[in-house]
């Protein structure tokens, strides 16, 4: 049977199809893990070249913050109290953007169809956060945290391929998407848009964590179906980070 996209304004099983096609699933890791290999640098390949060589100035915040950024591989280390205040500021820059009618990240038609959800660790974070629900979703138009549930950190931590390092996380933040949301305005490129917009989104992330002294592993090693259960309302995820 030969696959053809459908350019119809209905979000149909295609394209779910197409992005169920490289999730993950317990039933298939050990063939999903795949050997490391050393990355080769490349080559000039016999240009004319100019350098451009620079030193960073670490004593200016921003280049400090970008010369430090990097993907924190080992346990959590947890330098942060995270209390309400602290998600507040995290939140206002690293999506939220304070009061302008602009997000602090580029979105297809500043349509903003990814969702972010911010998933809290009970036993490390202060109980203010985490006391009514820990499965929150974030509402950048009103700067509201909407409590949606709790699920204990045991069973998220679970969602993880690598939950040794879930377990060490004070909170992770999942990106998502109703598929029908954005396929009514860009049909055909919604995939690639929506795409891009979690990787902005992600790297605001990573450089919002260093400024504020906590590290963050963005993972693409999550088992989709049951992190899309977390998180609810049919959502799909598209990336995930953990933070500590």
Known sequence: MTWTWDYSLKADNKMKDYHYFSINDKKFTSTQLYRHYERQKKSNKGYITKDL???FNTSNSFENTIFQRKTWVNELPNKQSITKDFISQFSQLAFIGGDRPHRSYPSGGA?????IHLLFNENRVEKEIWNQGNVTELNADTNQLLIKRH????QIQTTFIQDHLAYT????IVLSVDFQSIFEKYND????????EAGH???NIQLVATYLGIEAIPLGGFYDLELNKVIGDREITLYALLLG
């Open 201 to 203: 989104i992600g790297q």
């Open 189 to 196: 490129i919604s995939y690639k848009l929506v795409q891009q």
């Open 53 to 55: 060589s620079y030193t």
């Open 111 to 115: 349509q903003y169809y990814v969702n």
């Open 169 to 172: 996380s004070q909170f992770a």
């Open 151 to 154: 699920v204990p950190w045991s």
